[in-house]
């Protein structure tokens, strides 16, 4: 689609951009209170303050490949087999070091302080006391995402979905679909599963039933999903615009088109949604960023580049009122939009 969008006629908040200086690739950015945290690819993460100062932290000996936040804590996977939690204050401890060093590829956080990662087909959950419980599954998994309520955990492989409950001693609930699924995420209400896949797709399954939902048109594989803060809308990128389909009634997206807002001349790499407004900050594969509000499509510019160089995290935080980003050029910053 082709991309309207003038500078002239788009309004902006690129001016109120702080610069933060990483030194290397940024994987992954959170907020904890009113500081950002910016995941390097590798060893270490730049806690940028209000103030504008910047501290780095160390956390792993090498490649950091996965990360998750809370709020009060940040968890990452790194390949030295270690999960390594972070607080605000930036202190630092290893919750758990694989004998092996096999590469932690994914963590997730969920209620009551528990802690799941993954390690190849091994997937570990831990909870505030310290108790651990894994599962073997039969292949590698893909994606970990703690549902709101409960103790549960649903995991992505290849050939759909699983949700475990680690403290039952039952097998998990399969929610099958051939094809390998990539990512995993459940609504804010618990009631659907959404994976991303290595096809140019997304497949969901409402979980009182295991109804199918596909979710397809894409360009290319979606590498980024986000829920809207009244969970109404699962927003995506994929494509050369901002997908998001609908979830607020019983039956999801099932029957439905999607809301396609903000076109522009490159894809969507990242999304992330605002914590309280129905607004979506939308990073594209050329450096640009854009608040897209949902109401009517407004669109107001946080940054742009030059470079040509994908956004490789969005962040937003708990308040609203500061958005951190990302590129793959290293140019990162966060945006005050007090």
């Not at 109120?16 to 009113?34: C, K, S, Y």
């Not at 809370?70 to 202190?91: Q, S």
């Not at 909870?127 to 709101?148: C, E, H, I, V, Y």
């Not at 509000?293 to 956004?311: F, I, K, N, Q, W």
Request: proline share 5%; hydrophobic share 45%.
């Amino acid at each position: 689609m082709s991309d309207t969008r003038s500078p002239a006629n788009t309004p902006s908040v690129a001016d109120r951009m702080r610069p933060v200086a990483t030194g290397a690739p940024v994987i992954a950015a959170h907020f904890l209170g009113d500081q950002a945290v910016f995941v390097l690819a590798e060893d270490a993460a730049i806690v940028s303050g209000a103030d504008g100062t910047s501290q780095r932290i160390a956390l792993h000996d090498g490649g950091i490949l996965s990360s998750a936040v809370d709020g009060t804590r940040i968890v990452t996977g790194g390949d030295d087999g270690k999960v390594t939690e972070v607080d605000a204050a930036g202190a630092t401890r290893v919750l758990f070091a694989d004998p092996k060093r096999k590469w932690i590829d994914h963590v997730a956080l969920g209620p009551d302080g528990a802690t799941a990662w993954s390690a190849g087909k091994t997937v570990s959950v831990v909870n505030r006391k310290g108790d651990l419980k894994s599962l073997d599954l039969a292949s590698t998994a893909g994606g970990l995402a703690f549902l709101p309520k409960g103790f549960r955990l649903a995991i992505a492989h290849y050939n759909g979905a699983s949700l475990w409950f680690p403290n039952a001693q039952v097998k998990p609930e399969a929610l099958e679909w051939k094809g390998s699924h990539l990512g995993v995420t459940v609504s804010p209400d618990g009631r659907f599963v959404v994976t991303t896949m290595q096809e140019a797709m997304l497949h969901g399954w409402r979980i009182v039933d295991g109804k199918h939902m596909r979710m397809s048109g894409y360009a290319t594989r979606v590498r980024s999903m986000n829920w809207t803060a009244d969970g109404a809308f699962l927003a995506t990128g994929g494509s050369d615009q901002l997908i998001l389909w609908p979830f607020a009634s019983k039956d999801g997206p099932m029957g439905k088109q999607p809301t396609m807002l903000a076109p522009h001349a490159k894809k969507v790499s990242v999304v992330a949604c605002h914590p309280k407004q129905p607004v979506v900050a939308t990073g594209y594969e050329d450096g640009l960023v854009l608040l897209v509000r949902l109401d009517d499509g407004a669109e107001v510019l946080a940054h742009s580049s030059d470079l040509d160089t994908p956004v490789t995290a969005l962040a937003w935080s708990s308040d609203g009122l500061q958005l951190a980003f990302a590129c793959e050029d290293r140019v990162a910053g966060v945006v005050d939009l007090a």
